[in-house]
Nanobody, 119 residues
């Protein structure tokens, strides 16, 4: 059974930075895609960034140039978030896939970590 545990959320002022971390346990390999989703109040969950099983990186347009996703071996995932703005406020979820890709949903989810950006 795969488990994902996030850490690193918190409160930050606009323009600040945060780094999210996720550690996977169980049968999870580098060929499995991992990524970060977020859900703001009243909005749909969206894919923020992902690392595919082939090592490719995907970013939502809204975070390109500000967020950087990285993966350290098969089971550690990070999201460096710079130049944060209030629109980035959301619960951020680490997610994993049984396949090499991630889309609108995932197979495995972390518990979520709150990121709040004050103006």
């Amino acid at each position: 059974q795969v488990q994902l545990v996030e850490s690193g959320g918190g409160l930050v002022q606009a323009g600040g930075s945060l780094r999210l971390s996720c550690i996977a346990s169980g049968n999870f390999f580098s060929a499995n895609a991992m990524g970060w989703y977020r859900q703001a109040p009243g909005k749909q969950r969206e894919l923020v960034a992902a690392v595919t099983g082939g090592g490719g990186k995907i970013y939502a347009d809204s975070v390109k140039g500000r967020f950087t996703i990285s993966r350290d071996n098969a089971k550690k995932l990070y999201l460096q978030m710079n130049s944060l703005n209030p629109e980035d406020t959301a619960v951020y979820y680490c997610a994993g896939s049984r396949t090499s890709g991630l889309g609108s949903s995932a197979d495995y989810w972390g518990q979520g970590t709150q990121v709040t950006v004050s103006s």
